[in-house]
């Protein structure tokens, strides 16, 4: 698939860049893993010179080694002996800087964390030693977002402070998947774009890879899922136990029941048997995998909270591939395409109401975007955008049949929530599949 978006972040890392001829920068890049950060990093620096370590799991000499000998392929900097550490390496990097201008890429950067103690104390000793003369744009990247955010933002760590900007990569928007989809398949119909949504959210490496295999209909992209060899059968444990290490099985379970339809905390508890505040608030602000939801206008400390996972490619892994785990291990995966197949319009109802708020909140004018319901549970809006400054708002339903929507209910639903909107001009619309 061919290069899409990202405008904005190639301005953003050029402009980084080029202020490295005056003063040192150290840009970190956090994005989910596949969102296609390294392929927005060469997309930027193309045409410019740069130094790349991808950070593995080897040992730190073994990994040193090799990027000594790409430091004197790339920039003719020979250093004599081997380098004991990576610090080592970037210090005498940051001294050939003080003469001319460099660009360094450090990918999977967090692992450095990882393979060796105190390097990451050793990084912020050289950094502070020579930053200041130094004219280098110095690009830590990572896909662990909870680390990446620890390494640098917090204040026990040795990093912190030291960032000069912090980009966060995100998946593609709403209008972006819908060129990619019509620049391969001019014909498609709404029920394609769900499904793209529902199975990628946006996420780069999985549209790419439905885009290069071909599948741009709804029905293709079922088959790719369930082909023996597809990456998206084995990708949601791979990502958790990437994020959660140790910690995973705790998490993951929590994730599988909110999937499986408990969002309230008092009902994941009464599985888990313990109190999982703490878990869910770093799901939340730690991982960003969950999203806490609270009805619009609803006060900060109320009840009524409910928890939803916040990655559309997670919610359809733990809902069709992990809860079919048995057909996977057997190799029934034409089993596995009629279940997805039978229990899709069920699930998609709820993927078309989070594709409608991401499409409304990506609107210029549009400043809040949520849903409500009331205390029993009994009255609930799908979709409530709000322009503040324009005093404008549209409150709506959401139905994947247009013939479902009855404008009667949705006044009714309405009046309960009249009185937040006083003053604003208010449209009842109700949105469908037509409507993506």
């Known amino acids: 698939m061919k290069f899409y978006d990202r405008e904005k972040e190639i301005n ?3 402009k980084f860049d080029d202020t490295a001829n005056q003063t040192a920068q150290f840009t970190v890049l956090i994005g989910r893993r596949r969102t296609g950060k390294t392929t927005l990093m060469t997309q930027a620096l193309k045409g410019r010179p740069y130094l790349y370590f991808f950070i593995g799991k080897k040992a730190e000499t073994i990994q040193c080694n090799e990027f000594q000998k790409q430091t004197e392929a790339v920039l003719g900097l020979h250093i004599h002996g081997a380098v004991p550490s990576f610090a080592s ?9 003080k003469k001319q201008k460099l660009t360094v890429i450090i990918d999977e950067f967090q692992r450095l964390d990882e393979i060796g103690i105190g390097i990451i104390s050793d990084i912020q000793r050289v950094w502070d030693r020579h930053h200041a003369e130094a004219h280098i744009h110095l ?3 990572g896909s662990i977002y909870s680390m990446m955010k620890r390494i640098f933002e917090d204040r026990k760590e040795p990093l912190f402070g030291r960032k000069t900007a912090r ?3 995100k998946p593609f928007s709403t209008s972006v998947l819908k060129q990619i989809l019509h620049d391969y398949n001019p014909n498609y119909t709404s029920e394609d774009l769900l499904m793209l949504y529902a199975i990628t959210g946006g996420v780069a490496k999985y549209v790419a890879q439905l885009m290069d295999d071909g ?3 709804w029905e293709d992209m079922i088959r790719d899922v369930c082909r023996p060899s597809s990456i998206f059968l084995e990708e949601g444990t791979e990502l958790l136990v990437g994020e959660f290490g140790r910690k995973f099985q705790i998490y993951y379970s929590i994730l599988q029941l909110i999937a499986s339809g408990m969002t309230s905390q008092s009902e994941i508890d009464s599985i888990i048997e313990k109190n999982t505040g703490r878990y869910l608030d770093t799901l939340e602000t730690e991982y960003s995998l969950i999203k806490k939801h609270r009805p619009m206008w609803a006060k900060p400390n109320s009840q009524g909270v409910k928890y939803y996972i916040n990655d559309c490619f997670l919610m359809f892994w733990f809902r069709f591939v992990e809860s079919n785990r048995s057909l996977v291990e057997l190799e029934k995966f034409d089993l596995l395409e009629q279940v997805i197949r039978s229990d899709y ?16 909140g990506e609107k210029e004018r549009v400043t809040e975007v949520s849903h409500w319901w009331d205390n029993q549970g009994k009255n609930e809006i799908d979709l409530i955008a709000l322009e503040g400054l324009d005093h404008r ?3 709506a339903e959401v139905k994947r049949n247009p013939e479902r929507y009855n404008p009667k209910d949705l006044e009714d639903r309405y009046r309960h929530i009249q009185k937040h909107l006083k003053g604003y001009k208010v449209d009842l619309v109700g949105l469908s599949m037509e409507d993506m």
């Open 215 to 217: 599948c741009v209909t």
């Open 393 to 395: 708002a549209t409150v």
């Open 167 to 169: 980009i966060d990569l």
């Open 345 to 360: 319009p069920q699930f998609s109802g709820f993927v078309l109401e989070k594709y409608f708020r991401q499409l409304y």
């Open 89 to 97: 390496l970037l210090e005498e990097i940051l001294i050939f800087s």
């Open 12 to 14: 953003e890392l050029l």
């Open 139 to 141: 690009i830590a990247c």
